[in-house]
């Protein structure tokens, strides 16, 4: 099998289990415990989450540890919101991961926000002078992701991050899928929350972190034991937490290798698709995108029998964000960049991750060849 779907989940690294699982077994004491299990347990966590603000430009106190992306995402969005809901006025954009877009709906509907959303052009990016035009000092939040999941373009966040800073309106960024292919040095960044997943970079599924800057008041959702400062209550995952700190150190070790690595492989893949595959066309920004993301939509085909295709050679690929996995409807990123409906069901997505070489690169051009051949000609 050759696996392309590494935005969607990567592998857990065997660095990462070793370190965990002692606190899954002799140190599984919980960490508000006051008796010696539970100090070491503590103990554990405590440096768990120094490291990971250390990646992060940031105290440990503006360090909180979720269940995931989409909790944290939720957490900064809503929390910030809730936590000091001046002018009830969000502005995100119209590509950002449900778990983004969904909490504005929420805050709409229950809270009565007002949403507004930042157009991106054909290649999914936005473009800081309308957030300078738009944005006032009476606003709540910005919220804009700092590198897209389905298309892979990356956004000038530090740009806009200034630009909010400039009217002091507090600015959140999904970092999920930069983790591990960009910084997340939020100082440097200039944002002032940033949220992210640890399965995208060989930490188990069901952690992620939050950073808020500590200036900026945050409601919390959960309520009960005040764990994590009061802003996430329930008892803390350890092992998970040991998992994202070491996951995070062996990703930013590897970072400037492994992105030059895969960039040339990507742009190897890219070269051959679009050259073996007529009406190809590459989805996302063709400089400012994710070392590991390639996406096209192939005219006159449907993406999901191109990837049952596909999956047949052995590839294992997606035709977008594996949130919105089994959904008929075209992507809404692919819609907000202009594509047609019917264009934009014709997307696949191939993101690649450090395990990636260049003959499986070589054998899933190929096969893309083939797959896109073999629905084309059933479908005349």
């Known amino acids: 099998m050759i696996y392309l779907d590494a935005a969607a989940t990567t592998p857990v690294r065997r660095e990462v289990l070793e370190a965990m699982w002692p606190y899954l077994t002799g140190d599984f004491g919980n960490p508000s415990s006051t008796h010696s299990l539970g100090e070491r347990a503590a ?39 809730l936590g000091a809901p001046r002018g009830r006025h969000i502005i995100t954009t119209p590509i950002e991961h449900e778990a983004v877009l969904e ?12 949403i507004s959303f930042l157009g991106v052009d054909h290649t999914g990016r936005v473009d800081p002078d309308e957030l300078a035009a738009r944005l006032s000092s009476d606003d709540t939040l910005v919220s804009v992701m700092y590198a897209n999941n389905e298309v892979g ?23 999920v899928q930069a983790a591990g292919w960009l910084t997340l040095d939020a100082r440097a960044l200039g944002v002032d929350a940033l949220s992210f997943s640890g399965h995208k970079l060989g930490a188990p599924k069901g952690v992620g972190a939050l950073f808020v800057r500590g200036r900026v008041p945050l409601e919390p959702l959960m309520h009960g034991g005040g764990q994590e400062r009061g802003a996430r209550s329930g008892t803390e995952n350890v092992a998970a937490a040991v998992g994202l700190a070491l996951a995070l150190d062996l990703a930013a070790a590897e970072r400037e290798t492994q992105a030059a690595r895969v960039t040339a492989l ?3 893949f890219v070269g051959e698709v679009l050259r073996r595959v ?23 085909v449907s993406g999901e029998a191109v990837l049952l295709e596909l999956e047949r050679a052995g590839v294992v690929c997606s ?3 594996a949130c919105a996995a089994g959904s008929d409807e075209p992507s809404h990123v692919l819609l907000a960049a ?32 083939a797959a896109v051949g073999a629905v084309r000609s059933l479908a005349r």
Do not use: M, W
């Open 278 to 300: 007529p009406e190809a066309e590459l989805t996302g920004h063709p400089v400012h995108r994710l070392p590991g993301s390639a996406s096209f939509c192939f005219d006159g």
């Open 43 to 81: 103990r554990a966590l405590a440096d768990a989450r120094a490291r990971v603000a250390r990646h992060l430009g940031a105290r440990a106190s503006e360090v909180t540890f979720t269940s995931g992306g989409t909790e944290a995402d939720n957490l900064a969005v809503k929390g910030i919101a």
């Open 103 to 114: 909490s504005c709906d929420y805050l709409r509907r229950h809270h009565g926000f007002r």
């Open 153 to 175: 373009s990356i956004q000038p966040v530090a740009e806009l991050a200034a630009i909010a800073r400039a009217v002091k309106v507090p600015l959140h960024t999904d970092a």
């Open 319 to 321: 035709s977008g964000s």
């Open 266 to 268: 990507r742009d190897g």
């Open 338 to 369: 202009g594509f047609p409906p019917e264009r934009a069901l014709t997307a696949v997505r191939f993101t690649f991750g450090g395990e990636s070489t260049e003959a499986d690169l070589a054998a899933a051009a190929t096969a893309v060849e």
